[in-house]
């Protein structure tokens, strides 16, 4: 990392530092805390509000399925060629029920668009799914969204899910960028299959 990691544990004088310490280790139980952590708890204060809106993005969005959602994630990370990101979602995806051969299409350098459906018509995604990552690749390549993309989205989600997956997809796009321009986990450069 282009910084120090904190101690691990952390070691704070400072009680409302350690308090935030244990709320981020709480959420990361039975795990131990991850790099990300680490780095991030060196302004406890920004590591206490990340800790709760992204646990609410991974535990409190149930509207959104767990296949779903770690598609996304593990797309953005591809694009952004955020390979530590991708190394902690990939394979929770995969255990969401996602194929080696559907999550291997995420791979590809390309933008995903409705007009390019073969990993759907060879049954490595469904449809749903591949709507999902061409809205995440709109929402990371070009931050706006068409309008015809966001139309069928509203055609497959309601108002909830929609809040939710965009609030996924832009906030693992943050965490995307923090890793990369940190080289958080040591994984710039490497590619999605070093260190794993």
């Known amino acids: 990392m282009r910084l120090s990691y904190t101690a691990d544990p952390p070691a704070f004088e400072d009680p409302a530092d350690a308090a935030v310490a244990q709320r981020v280790a709480a959420r990361r139980a039975p795990f131990p805390l991850l790099a990300l952590d680490l780095a991030l708890l060196h302004s406890p204060s920004v590591a206490d509000g990340w800790n ?3 646990g609410a993005l991974r535990t409190q969005t149930s509207n959104i399925t767990a296949d779903l959602r ?6 953005v990370a591809v694009i952004n060629h955020a390979w530590y990101e991708w190394g902690q979602h990939a394979p929770l995806a995969t255990a969401a029920g996602v194929s080696d051969a559907g999550l291997a299409v995420l791979l590809q350098e390309t933008p995903f668009t409705f007009d390019d459906t073969a990993a759907v018509d060879a049954r490595l995604l469904t449809a749903l799914q591949w709507a999902v990552l ?3 690749d709109e929402m990371t390549r070009n931050v706006q969204v068409a309008d015809e993309t966001f139309a069928l989205l509203r055609t497959l989600f309601d108002e909830r899910q929609m809040v ?3 609030a996924v997809i832009a906030g693992y796009n943050c965490v995307s960028r923090f890793l990369v321009a940190l080289d958080v986990g040591e994984r710039n450069g ?3 299959d070093a260190g794993q």
């Open 52 to 54: 709760s809106f992204f």
């Open 70 to 75: 770690e598609l996304a994630i593990s797309r």
């Open 134 to 136: 061409v809205y995440t």
């Open 164 to 166: 939710e997956l965009t």
């Open 190 to 192: 490497t590619g999605p």
